[in-house]
């Protein structure tokens, strides 16, 4: 006989939330679980709990085993003695029993989309392809299963449905029938982007393709999904809500972006938009996997596992005091083909078990369970999710700031399509060739980056990725440079030439605006004594001749009081005694390395380094610029974080501080020498300019042009690599204001954030995307920024990977992110970045008093939208002979014209508004120009409310705080 020290096997007695029948009885599976027995042992397990007293026989194996056993339910909460019995030992535990809940599992099949990454972007289009045919077989052969088995597919993003009808058109008759009975299901969002990044109508269009499938399909898209990118735009909920998406599932990748580490967010809750609409959100709770969940619960492997893992979880998540009775899983991992397997376990799984009952489903049917019976138990939440990972943009840092910049000129492209369509009957307006830049676009700025792949196959696959992916950059830009430049000039050559030749200036933009402009005419239009006169006021205005060249000359012209949504006629005449120039009231002064300019309201010096070391707006009296960390604002900094995980094509899944947020340090590079090369200055209309040139460590040449032009900075530098610097340094351009502890707040979409309190719980704090300003105040004075070409701004100083957990910036530094380092020079054939040389253009706008929206709005969004200019020769046989003015007029306090396209429908145009400055707001909308024949009022999306009463030949209407309205608008002459 062997004996067996008792302390030396361990023993555990699990109840599991699994409900069997058993010979008609409803019964509870308990787990035993017997560790490191010497030799197999016959064994009897006792359980006593209230009358129950019941005895198993177990065959002990030597080793480890399991076993089950079955037992009737509690009805509420009861211990339990349980008892192992092997020969002379026994093994006693004590077992709190609860009632079990009646458990749904919605489980969720997709595959996720990554354009690149895995594999080419071409190739990517085929593997989603693949995989909605196959999903449409699966459907067909699982047809006559038990419902909750029947196998069902998610179209993550609606770029898989676009892709394969153009592919395989003659499938449209089946996809119909699988969306009808349920079997497919298309989520809203077109892809997955750095939604953060995207402008108003790239987040409206974003949402477009659904609409055309519930057109066309009948589809009827009610939830959408964002996986793997830890971030969604604030403003895209109040979109999602108007345009009929009441449904959120977001699966967050951790990897740099701890939201499960620092959310406090219960599950699901109902996220509020800046306007007040609302989506139901549900979040996966896997930092490491997220969307892949599924296979961590062995949906991937097979029967035996799920039965292993699941019920596990499931008790995970009852005793962290989860307290509803369904659960969304979801498995669908980087462009990965789709698998029946979930399916055929599901159906052996619900023929074993009578509960938890595992449901193959589409988001949209856990949603309306959620909704249905939890609504009135879910928190209502507010704030930016800001991304963690819109930095990867660093990396391609000249192809991300050329999208920045052409975000505004797809925007004016629409604009002054419409235009050209008013006034020019020879015009077409491009309703297809807009569209397809914007999905270019949207592709472009989607979470891959630039598209190449993590472990690529060859450098040629590299390559071919890369190509790819700025083919999709070229899609998205080309076509609106020149689309823009076709429909100003059709808008431009449908005016009538009056008696002299004229420069047409364009503004559009809901308000009456001015600025300099620059127009190339023939250059006989200019003579000496020549004049530039307001058709308007009929007074000279300042201008001078840049660059004549030939028979042509660039002039300059400070336009002003253009008027809103429309234009106005500069004359070129050869009036005598009219002035030329205005008095220069602005002065320079020269020394040494530095210069200062100064007028009646601002004065600043700047460095031969392109450095401005000290500006102080006279009329509030305050100083500008903290010199004590700093080197002035427009400094350029090089930051190096501390190594923290791997290189590319290493495994990222290594190192668990990328997924929690443990904060890495890092130091700043103090350059060891610097060239200065030049310091020049000139004047132009007033306005003057100082220019540097310097050398950093002979590795990058920085050039800066800083221009004082009335209240306003205007800032452009030019980066070029002279090499690749040894380190992963990353560029940052600081702005560091002396304001300490300021009140913070940027443009957003559809939203004017405060960084401070309007974040949601779990969103990274480290940086923020910015869209046409961010503004620094304090109580009696303050400063607006707008930036051009970047979109990333950490406040307070450099927070690059600080994983911030709460924010309250004590300084008025602001961090524009630039670049990383070595993203340039490409190396050999790669497209991006090739001629290396960003320009970096900023505005600052000092200003006394308290901040106001509407002039934080109109400089940001002047400058995102500049004003156009073309020439119109005299007596030009144009057919369009009113008078200059508006074509639009809007008139309110704070509702601003947001959008300006042709219908989708063909019928009519869109007009889209939006309340800027958070509060109500009543507005007119007219045509002076047309008359308004009928109006509608649509979704963002252009599904139909309802019709619109006309009132004294305008739309009357009232917005809320922040609330967007579209409306299509049929006009006639
Ligand atoms: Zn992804």
Same mark, same amino acid.
């Given at each position: 006989?062997?004996?067996?020290?008792?302390?030396?096997?361990?023993?555990?007695?699990?109840? *599991?939330?699994?409900?069997?029948?058993?010979?008609?009885?409803?019964?509870?599976?308990?787990?035993?679980?017997?560790?490191? &027995?010497?030799?197999?042992?016959?064994?009897?397990?006792?359980?006593?709990?209230?009358?129950?007293?019941?005895?198993? =026989?177990?065959?002990?194996?030597?080793?480890?085993?399991?076993?089950?056993?079955?037992?009737?339910?509690?009805?509420?909460?009861?211990?339990?003695?349980?008892?192992?019995?092997?020969?002379?030992?026994?093994?006693?535990?004590?077992?709190?029993?609860?009632?079990?809940?009646?458990?749904?599992?919605?489980?969720?099949?997709?595959?996720?989309?990554? !354009?690149?990454?895995?594999?080419?972007?071409?190739?990517?289009?085929?593997?989603?392809?693949?995989?909605?045919?196959?999903?449409?077989?699966?459907?067909?052969?699982?047809?006559?299963?038990?419902?909750?088995?029947?196998?069902?597919?998610?179209?993550?993003?609606?770029?898989?449905?676009?892709?394969?009808?153009?592919?395989?058109?003659?499938?449209?008759?089946?996809?119909?029938?699988?969306?009808?009975?349920?079997?497919?299901?298309?989520?809203?969002?077109?892809?997955?982007?750095?939604?953060?990044?995207?402008?108003?109508?790239?987040?409206?269009?974003? &949402?477009?393709?659904?609409?055309?499938?519930?057109?066309?399909?009948?589809?009827?898209?009610?939830?959408?999904?964002?996986? +793997?990118?830890?971030?969604?735009?604030?403003?895209?909920?109040? @979109?999602?809500?108007?345009?009929?998406?009441?449904?959120?599932?977001?699966?967050?990748?951790?990897?740099?972006?701890?939201?499960?580490?620092?959310?406090?967010?219960?599950?699901?809750?109902?996220?509020?938009?800046?306007?007040?609409?609302?989506?139901?959100?549900?979040?996966?709770? +896997?930092?490491?996997?997220?969307?892949?969940?599924?296979?961590?619960?062995?949906?991937?492997?097979?029967?035996?596992?799920?039965?292993?893992?699941?019920?596990?979880?499931?008790?995970?998540?009852?005793?962290?005091?989860?307290?509803?009775?369904?659960?969304?899983?979801?498995?669908?991992?980087?462009?990965?083909?789709?698998?029946?397997?979930?399916?055929?376990?599901?159906?052996?799984?619900?023929?074993?078990?009578?509960?938890?009952?595992?449901?193959?489903?589409? =988001?949209?049917?856990?949603?309306?369970?959620?909704?249905?019976?939890?609504?009135?138990?879910?928190?209502?939440?507010?704030?930016?999710?800001?991304?963690?990972?819109?930095?990867?943009?660093?990396?391609?840092?000249?192809?991300?700031?050329?999208?920045?910049?052409?975000?505004?000129?797809?925007?004016?492209?629409?604009?002054?399509?419409?235009?050209? +369509?008013?006034?020019?009957?020879?015009?077409?307006?491009?309703?297809?060739?807009?569209?397809?830049?914007?999905?270019?676009?949207?592709?472009?700025?989607?979470?891959?980056?630039?598209?190449?792949?993590?472990?690529?196959?060859?450098?040629?696959?590299?390559?071919?990725?890369?190509?790819?992916?700025?083919?999709?950059?070229?899609?998205?830009?080309?076509?609106?440079?020149?689309?823009?430049?076709?429909?100003?000039?059709?808008? *431009?050559?449908?005016?009538?030439?009056?008696? *002299?030749?004229?420069?047409?200036?364009?503004?559009?933009?809901?308000?009456?605006?001015?600025?300099?402009?620059?127009?190339?005419?023939?250059?006989?239009?200019?003579?000496? +004594?020549?004049?530039?006169?307001?058709?308007?006021?009929?007074?000279?205005?300042?201008?001078?001749?840049?660059?004549?060249?030939?028979?042509?000359?660039?002039?300059?012209?400070?336009?002003?009081?253009?008027?809103?949504?429309?234009?106005?006629?500069?004359?070129?005449?050869?009036?005598?005694?009219?002035?030329?120039?205005?008095?220069?009231?602005?002065?320079?002064?020269?020394?040494?390395?530095?210069?200062?300019?100064?007028?009646?309201?601002?004065?600043?010096?700047?460095?031969?380094?392109?450095?401005?070391?000290?500006?102080?707006?006279?009329?509030?009296?305050?100083?500008?610029?903290?010199?004590?960390?700093?080197?002035?604002?427009?400094?350029?900094?090089?930051?190096?974080?501390?190594?923290?995980?791997?290189?590319?094509?290493?495994?990222? *899944?290594?190192?668990?501080?990328?997924?929690?947020?443990?904060?890495?340090?890092?130091?700043?590079?103090?350059?060891?020498?610097?060239?200065?090369?030049?310091?020049?200055?000139?004047?132009?209309?007033?306005?003057?300019?100082?220019?540097?040139?310097?050398?950093?460590?002979?590795?990058?040449?920085?050039?800066?042009?800083?221009?004082?032009?009335?209240?306003?900075?205007? !800032?452009?530098?030019?980066?070029?690599?002279?090499?690749?610097?040894?380190?992963?340094?990353?560029?940052?351009?600081?702005?560091?204001?002396?304001?300490?502890?300021?009140?913070?707040?940027?443009?957003?979409?559809?939203?004017?954030?405060?960084?401070?309190?309007?974040?949601?719980?779990?969103?990274?704090?480290?940086?923020?995307? !910015?869209?046409?300003?961010?503004?620094?105040?304090?109580?009696?004075?303050?400063?607006?920024?707008?930036?051009?070409?970047?979109?990333?701004?950490?406040?307070?100083?450099?927070?690059?990977?600080?994983?911030?957990?709460?924010?309250?910036?004590?300084?008025?530094?602001?961090?524009?992110?630039?670049?990383?380092?070595?993203?340039?020079?490409?190396?050999?054939?790669?497209?991006?970045?090739?001629?290396?040389?960003?320009?970096?253009?900023?505005?600052?706008?000092?200003?006394?008093?308290?901040?106001?929206?509407?002039?934080?709005?109109?400089?940001?969004?002047?400058?995102? @939208?500049?004003?156009?200019?073309?020439?119109?020769?005299?007596?030009?046989?144009?057919?369009?002979?009113?008078?200059?003015?508006? @074509?639009?007029?809007?008139?309110?306090?704070?509702?601003?014209?947001?959008?300006?396209?042709?219908?989708?429908?063909?019928?009519?145009?869109?007009?889209?508004?939006?309340?800027?400055?958070?509060?109500?707001? @009543?507005?007119?909308?007219?045509?002076?120009?047309?008359?308004?024949?009928?109006?509608?009022?649509?979704?963002?999306?252009?599904?139909? !409310?309802?019709?619109?009463?006309?009132?004294?030949?305008?739309?009357?209407?009232?917005?809320?705080?922040?609330?967007?309205?579209?409306?299509?608008?049929?006009?006639?002459?």
């Amino acid at each position: 006989m062997i004996t067996v020290p008792q302390e030396a096997v361990a023993f555990e007695f699990n109840p *599991t939330p699994l409900i069997v029948a058993e010979r008609g009885e409803v019964r509870q599976v308990c787990r035993v679980m017997v560790h490191d &027995l010497p030799m197999p042992t016959d064994a009897t397990l006792r359980v006593r709990r209230g009358d129950v007293d019941v005895s198993f =026989p177990l065959d002990l194996p030597a080793g480890r085993s399991t076993h089950e056993v079955y037992l009737p339910e509690v009805t509420e909460a009861q211990g339990a003695a349980v008892e192992l019995q092997a020969g002379d030992l026994s093994w006693r535990t004590e077992v709190d029993f609860t009632p079990v809940r009646r458990w749904q599992v919605f489980f969720v099949n997709h595959s996720h989309t990554d !354009i690149g990454f895995t594999h080419t972007p071409s190739a990517v289009v085929e593997v989603h392809n693949k995989n909605l045919e196959r999903a449409l077989e699966f459907a067909r052969a699982t047809a006559d299963w038990p419902s909750d088995a029947r196998y069902r597919w998610t179209c993550e993003s609606a770029w898989q449905v676009q892709n394969y009808l153009r592919a395989r058109p003659t499938d449209r008759a089946r996809l119909i029938d699988a969306i009808q009975d349920g079997s497919v299901e298309i989520e809203a969002l077109y892809i997955h982007s750095y939604f953060d990044l995207l402008s108003r109508e790239q987040l409206v269009r974003s &949402l477009a393709y659904a609409q055309r499938m519930r057109n066309e399909l009948g589809a009827p898209v009610t939830s959408a999904m964002i996986c +793997d990118v830890p971030g969604c735009a604030w403003s895209l909920v109040d @979109l999602f809500a108007a345009s009929g998406i009441r449904f959120l599932a977001i699966a967050p990748n951790n990897f740099l972006a701890p939201f499960h580490a620092t959310t406090d967010l219960p599950r699901p809750f109902f996220w509020q938009g800046p306007a007040g609409g609302r989506v139901l959100v549900w979040y996966t709770d +896997d930092p490491y996997w997220a969307y892949i969940e599924g296979a961590r619960h062995g949906f991937w492997q097979g029967l035996e596992q799920v039965e292993e893992k699941l019920p596990a979880k499931l008790a995970r998540l009852e005793s962290d005091g989860y307290p509803f009775d369904a659960v969304q899983i979801q498995l669908g991992s980087d462009n990965r083909p789709l698998r029946l397997l979930p399916a055929t376990i599901a159906r052996e799984w619900n023929r074993k078990y009578l509960s938890p009952r595992i449901r193959i489903a589409t =988001p949209s049917t856990f949603f309306r369970h959620a909704e249905e019976q939890w609504s009135d138990r879910l928190p209502v939440v507010t704030g930016e999710w800001q991304s963690s990972w819109s930095q990867t943009t660093l990396h391609y840092p000249q192809e991300a700031a050329a999208s920045r910049r052409n975000h505004g000129t797809l925007d004016l492209w629409e604009r002054f399509a419409v235009v050209a +369509d008013w006034v020019n009957e020879a015009f077409v307006y491009p309703t297809a060739e807009v569209a397809a830049a914007y999905d270019a676009s949207l592709l472009f700025d989607e979470h891959s980056g630039p598209k190449g792949i993590w472990r690529p196959h060859s450098p040629e696959e590299a390559n071919q990725a890369l190509r790819e992916g700025y083919q999709m950059f070229e899609e998205a830009t080309l076509p609106a440079r020149d689309g823009l430049a076709t429909a100003l000039a059709s808008a *431009t050559n449908a005016l009538s030439g009056g008696e *002299t030749p004229a420069a047409v200036v364009w503004n559009m933009l809901s308000w009456p605006r001015g600025g300099i402009v620059e127009v190339d005419v023939p250059a006989a239009w200019i003579e000496p +004594d020549a004049s530039v006169v307001d058709e308007e006021t009929g007074q000279a205005v300042p201008h001078e001749v840049a660059e004549p060249a030939g028979d042509e000359a660039r002039v300059r012209i400070r336009a002003g009081d253009v008027p809103a949504m429309g234009y106005k006629r500069y004359l070129f005449t050869r009036d005598e005694g009219q002035a030329r120039g205005a008095a220069p009231s602005a002065s320079l002064t020269v020394k040494g390395d530095s210069a200062t300019i100064e007028n009646e309201q601002i004065a600043l010096t700047v460095e031969a380094t392109g450095g401005i070391t000290d500006l102080v707006d006279a009329r509030s009296g305050a100083s500008l610029v903290e010199t004590n960390t700093w080197p002035g604002l427009n400094a350029l900094v090089r930051y190096v974080a501390d190594p923290h995980g791997p290189e590319p094509g290493g495994d990222f *899944t290594a190192d668990k501080r990328l997924y929690e947020g443990t904060p890495i340090g890092g130091r700043v590079v103090n350059p060891t020498f610097v060239q200065t090369e030049e310091i020049v200055s000139w004047r132009s209309l007033d306005r003057v300019t100082v220019s540097t040139s310097a050398i950093i460590d002979d590795l990058y040449r920085w050039r800066s042009e800083v221009a004082l032009d009335g209240d306003q900075i205007e !800032i452009t530098n030019r980066l070029s690599w002279l090499d690749r610097p040894a380190d992963p340094e990353v560029l940052y351009i600081l702005f560091p204001f002396a304001s300490p502890s300021p009140c913070i707040r940027h443009a957003a979409q559809y939203a004017v954030v405060d960084p401070c309190t309007q974040t949601l719980s779990g969103s990274s704090l480290d940086s923020f995307a !910015i869209q046409h300003w961010l503004d620094l105040s304090t109580q009696d004075h303050g400063v607006t920024v707008w930036s051009a070409d970047l979109a990333l701004a950490d406040y307070g100083g450099i927070n690059m990977q600080r994983f911030l957990r709460r924010f309250a910036p004590e300084t008025g530094t602001v961090a524009f992110r630039v670049a990383t380092g070595r993203s340039l020079p490409p190396r050999d054939g790669d497209p991006f970045g090739r001629r290396p040389c960003l320009e970096l253009r900023f505005a600052i706008r000092p200003y006394r008093g308290v901040f106001d929206p509407l002039a934080a709005h109109h400089f940001g969004e002047a400058r995102t @939208l500049p004003l156009h200019v073309a020439a119109l020769p005299a007596q030009h046989p144009g057919f369009w002979n009113e008078q200059p003015g508006s @074509l639009v007029e809007l008139d309110s306090a704070s509702v601003m014209l947001t959008g300006l396209k042709g219908a989708e429908s063909g019928d009519g145009y869109i007009v889209r508004v939006w309340e800027s400055a958070g509060r109500r707001s @009543l507005a007119r909308l007219s045509f002076p120009r047309h008359t308004l024949l009928a109006a509608w009022e649509e979704t963002p999306v252009e599904a139909e !409310i309802g019709r619109v009463e006309l009132f004294e030949g305008g739309l009357r209407f009232e917005l809320g705080p922040f609330e967007t309205a579209t409306f299509r608008c049929v006009l006639g002459r």
